[in-house]
């Protein structure tokens, strides 16, 4: 898939869970965006690598989020399937990303730095926005240590994913990683 059309997906994904969520109506964007997930996967050169890249960055988005609700640095809407977890359209919106590591942002790979700035500072802008949208609330704590925190979390983020990616080398196998 061109990194035209993933991007397009992505940001089609991210809308409609951000819209579902804020209107208590984030099945259809889930399901959606699972769909087209499946999807991307079954259209990866190496979709057992891809899946297992999604399954990592799945992974560390339940535990950090479920961490910042569970602080009450943030209130998250359309809290299935737990009060106790991360909403499963943050799910969503964590694979989507995932997608974009070997799609629209390939460009990132190997660029630490730009990675971390770039990761501290649309990690939280994207939160925000969210937030805005309606599809969640600021906690009890400051919005201000929410972003910061926020900012941490997707600058340590983003090299982590592409670090967990590099099996993958222009499309081919590297031994021993």
Same mark, same amino acid.
Request: one cysteine or more.
């Given at each position: =898939?061109?990194k035209?059309?993933?991007?397009?997906f992505f940001?089609?994904?991210?809308?409609?869970?951000?819209?579902?969520?804020? %209107?208590?109506?984030? *099945? &259809?964007?889930?399901?959606?965006?699972?769909? !087209?997930?499946?999807? %991307?996967?079954?259209?990866?050169?190496?979709?057992?690598?891809?899946?297992?890249? @999604?399954?990592?960055?799945?992974? $560390?988005?339940?535990v950090? /989020?479920?961490?910042? =609700?569970y602080?009450?640095?943030? /209130? $998250?809407?359309?809290?299935?399937?737990?009060p !106790?977890?991360?909403?499963?359209? =943050? &799910?969503?919106?964590?694979?989507?990303?995932?997608?974009? *590591?070997?799609?629209?942002?390939?460009?990132?790979?190997?660029? @630490?730095?730009?990675?971390?700035? *770039?990761?501290?500072?649309?990690?939280?802008?994207? !939160?925000?926005?969210?937030?805005?949208?309606?599809?969640?609330?600021?906690?009890?704590?400051?919005?201000?240590?929410?972003?910061?925190?926020?900012?941490?979390?997707?600058?340590?983020? =983003?090299?982590? $994913? $592409?670090?967990? /990616?590099?099996?993958?080398?222009?499309?081919?196998?590297?031994?021993?990683?």
């Amino acid at each position: =898939m061109s990194k035209f059309w993933n991007f397009v997906f992505f940001q089609a994904g991210w809308f409609a869970c951000i819209l579902g969520a804020a %209107h208590q109506q984030a *099945l &259809w964007a889930v399901i959606g965006s699972l769909a !087209y997930i499946v999807f %991307h996967i079954w259209r990866s050169q190496t979709p057992k690598l891809e899946l297992s890249l @999604l399954l990592k960055v799945l992974s $560390f988005g339940i535990v950090t /989020d479920s961490l910042l =609700m569970y602080l009450g640095i943030i /209130d $998250f809407k359309n809290a299935w399937p737990s009060p !106790y977890l991360s909403p499963a359209w =943050m &799910w969503a919106l964590w694979l989507l990303v995932a997608s974009t *590591l070997n799609g629209s942002l390939s460009w990132l790979q190997g660029k @630490l730095v730009l990675g971390v700035v *770039l990761g501290a500072i649309c990690g939280p802008l994207s !939160y925000e926005a969210g937030i805005r949208m309606g599809a969640a609330n600021w906690g009890s704590g400051s919005q201000i240590l929410g972003l910061g925190l926020i900012s941490l979390i997707w600058a340590v983020a =983003m090299p982590l $994913f $592409f670090y967990w /990616d590099r099996p993958k080398v222009e499309g081919t196998l590297v031994k021993n990683l």
